[in-house]
């Protein structure tokens, strides 16, 4: 049996709360499962990809086609400086497109980190197309992604798609939203890859910051929201930085 085919496996055992989950309610004895990585070494490539908020402008951007979002500031951290940094994203993208790019925007780079940032459009098409990416859709779009990086090699981090509602109709989205952001943890989980707990910790700042600071539209981020988002990324992936959950439990990763 393929390796990818034993996480698929795994990934498939692993207990899911469901679409009536509480987010982020994990017991406190148990830790995310959450890889080291040393990656960000002179010389290696890590590439990331999602949705508008990895692109970011990266097509129009002209000093590298970074963007001018987080994966910039992640580019011009002291912690990256050394590496190569690529961005794929695409603006509008959902799971299905991002599957159908797969191939030469992500696994073509041969990248030793690719970052995944998607989903949110999976959810905002349900309310304002009326157009729904089923919470199997999505499981089923992601798995396949992750089934080819895992094989190729490459060290996987997931970020969680994120919402921080402006309004009250965007309270509502979170219907749809939260069961993706539970197959993130999952996947995750399951397939050894480093999770970025965004939602989490976006939406714990702001209770401090405010929703419309981080994101005026409560999907985009605003300067600070990237740049909140890239010292996420960075303490995450490369840091050793403690998180609590709303309900007060521990989210640490360990080197």
């Known amino acids: 049996m393929m390796a990818q085919s034993r996480r698929a496996l795994e990934y498939a055992a692993l207990p899911t709360n469901g679409a009536d989950a509480e987010r982020m309610t994990r017991p406190a004895s148990e830790e995310p499962r959450r890889t080291a ?44 400086m050394a590496a190569t940094i690529v961005n794929t994203g695409i603006s509008g993208d959902r799971i299905g497109d991002l599957e159908q790019r797969w191939q030469a925007d992500v696994l073509d780079h041969h990248a030793d980190v690719v970052s995944i940032l ?34 190729a090699g490459s060290q996987l981090v997931l970020i969680e798609p994120f919402l921080l509602p402006v309004s009250e109709g965007q309270k509502a989205w979170r219907d749809d939203l939260d069961p993706k952001i539970e197959v993130v943890r999952k996947l995750a989980k399951g397939y050894n890859a480093i999770l970025v707990p965004a939602d989490v910790e976006l939406t714990r700042q702001t209770a401090e910051l405010g929703a419309a600071a981080l994101a ?40």
């Open 37 to 80: 990585t040393d990656s960000l070494e002179p010389g290696a490539t890590i590439l990331f990809t999602g949705d508008s908020v990895t692109d970011s402008g990266r097509r129009e951007d002209t000093r590298g086609h970074l963007g001018l979002g987080y994966v910039r500031a992640v580019a011009e951290s002291p912690q990256a």
């Open 118 to 151: 998607i989903g949110i459009n999976d959810t905002w098409r349900r309310y304002d197309n009326n157009d729904e990416t089923s919470v199997a859709q999505f499981e089923d779009g992601y798995c396949r992604l992750l089934d080819a990086v895992a094989q």
């Open 216 to 255: 005026e539209d409560g999907v985009h981020p605003t300067e600070l929201g990237y740049e909140r988002l890239a010292e996420l990324w960075l303490d995450t992936v490369v840091g050793n930085r403690p998180y609590t959950t709303s309900a007060g439990i521990p989210w640490r990763g360990t080197h």
